[in-house]
């Protein structure tokens, strides 16, 4: 079993916040090539941000307002009847 130093994890967390220092990046970068492992909950990690910011900036498709109210029953008419 491989054991990772307990910063690496931390390290990923700073690289991925652009807030890391040299030294730090380039001992996260060797730790990560010769382990399976971290190499992998490193690429999850990224995948993850990659997606969340992605999702940030989706927005409702233009026409999309129009076409959901345009899908809506007439509601007035069948509230009035049910009165
Ligand atoms: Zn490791």
Redo the contacts with the bound molecule.
């Keep these: 079993m ?1 054991s ?1 130093p307990k910063q ?1 994890v931390h390290y990923m967390h700073e690289y991925l916040d652009g807030d890391i220092r040299e030294e730090a990046k380039k001992e996260l970068k060797f ?1 990560i090539e010769t ?1 399976a ?2 190499k992998k909950h490193f690429a999850e990690l990224k995948k993850t941000i990659a997606l969340v910011q992605s999702a940030s900036h989706i927005e409702a498709p233009v026409g999309f307002t129009a076409n959901v109210l345009a899908l809506l029953p007439r509601e007035g008419k069948k509230i009035g009847m049910e009165r």
């Design positions: 491989t990772c690496i730790h382990c492992e971290c």
